[in-house]
């Protein structure tokens, strides 16, 4: 088979047809794109709503993701250690745990980027004050701006620059239950509300659902070719909640969501993403008409990757797979490559597949393991040749 564009290999893949290799998706975190980026002279490393694709497109992404939900400005905001940031939908951040890092220990944090081991890891930012907290929050509640050209400029500018050769996957996460339980309402105090208060919960699932629908629309009409739902209901060893109070909460009201997106662009595909184990609402997500299920999160979440493939394969695509918990940032190179050709041997044998790590490579991840990954997907990614025959 003749090379495909990258944006042709991507939406080919999504739709489970015939490819020539498997398509490819890196995601950085600032410090281990920094660390890359030096590599190959590259000093534009923004991420978040500040993304540059550079350096991810030099290693072979086939898609550029750009994002606008609710995670995409607090997690790759600079908050010094102390400060309370807070975002447009006027929640407080800070860093986590007790303390971050001094001056000093910043400046020994930024030597270890002249080093091809792991750096040092960095402390993330995290929700610290949550704006509704009772129903009387959420009355007095104004909701962000979905047509706040903040936000959608930008795309509008990477359509224009790159679509004609990649594919353009717009990120709206998080979405709904976990941008209500992380951001808004905070989670202990979701949890409770949900049985103590549940038209409190009601209420700022169904804000957060309008404010998304009206997004996505937008977004949309801008001609992307994916819009990326993000809800981390999964833990380490099975779902946050009972899955029949997922298909209640959640399930309706993306229903109405994909509906809107679809009334302004009938043709974008749309991406399902949780943290740890959601297999059981994979028929869900199939149901509800998503193209694209990931990131396969393989240690203590969807560890089964042959099992699932086999029997949803022929019903959605997949990404992710790989692990970043323990093989990426402490394996040995040839742990690594095993690790690659393990995910390709589950997932990608008959298509429908697409890889990445099962979500941001970090700044924990040697750099070694990191290009011996993307070599791995180079080897083993190829169709026609082991273990792709």
Not at 259 to 276: A, M, R, T
Request: charged share 25%.
């Amino acid at each position: 088979m003749s090379e495909l564009k990258p944006r042709d290999r991507f939406a080919r893949a999504i739709r489970r047809e015939k490819v020539d290799r498997v398509p490819t998706l890196y995601r950085f975190k600032k410090e281990s794109k920094e660390k890359v980026a030096r590599i190959f002279g590259i000093h534009n490393t923004g991420t978040g709503m500040k993304h540059d694709p550079s350096l991810e497109l030099r290693l072979g992404n086939d898609a550029i993701m750009y994002q606008i939900g609710i995670n995409a400005e607090f997690s790759h905001h600079p908050i010094a250690i102390g400060e309370t940031w807070y975002s447009d939908f006027k929640v407080g951040y800070g860093k986590s745990g007790l303390q971050g890092m001094t001056e000093e220990q910043h400046k020994a944090f930024e030597k270890t980027q002249d080093f091809w081991g792991p750096a040092k890891v960095v402390p993330e930012n995290f929700p610290k004050h949550h704006p509704i907290t009772s129903m009387d929050d959420l009355k007095n509640y104004t909701w962000p701006d979905p047509a706040n050209p903040r936000l959608l400029d930008p795309i509008r500018d990477v359509c224009k620059q790159w679509q004609s050769d990649y594919f353009i996957m717009v990120d709206l996460s998080s979405t709904l239950i976990e941008a209500a339980y992380a951001h808004l309402v905070g989670t202990q105090n979701f949890f409770l509300y949900l049985y103590d208060e549940p038209e409190l919960i009601a209420g700022v699932l169904d804000g957060l659902t309008e404010y998304y629908a009206a997004l996505g629309k937008n977004v949309a009409a801008l001609g992307v070719d994916m819009l990326r739902v993000g809800d981390d209901i999964g833990s380490q060893q099975g779902m946050m909640f009972d899955p029949a109070t997922w298909r209640e909460l959640a399930k309706p009201r993306f229903a109405y969501m994909f509906e809107q997106f679809k009334k302004v662009n009938p043709d974008v595909y749309l991406k399902f993403h949780s943290c740890g184990d959601y297999s059981p609402i994979m028929q869900d997500e199939v149901d509800l008409g998503v193209n694209l299920t990931g990131l396969m999160q393989p240690v203590g979440g969807n560890r089964d990757q042959a099992t699932m493939k086999k029997k949803f394969g022929d019903k959605i695509s997949m990404i992710g797979g790989l692990d970043v918990q323990r093989l990426l940032p402490r394996g040995q190179v040839e742990e690594v490559r095993e690790g690659v050709l393990n995910v390709m041997k589950n997932l990608a044998v008959g298509g429908g597949y697409i890889f990445s790590p099962a979500h941001y490579i970090l700044a924990d991840v040697p750099v070694q393991n990191i290009f011996a990954m993307i070599e791995a997907v180079k080897d083993y990614g190829v169709y026609g040749k082991y273990p792709l025959n």
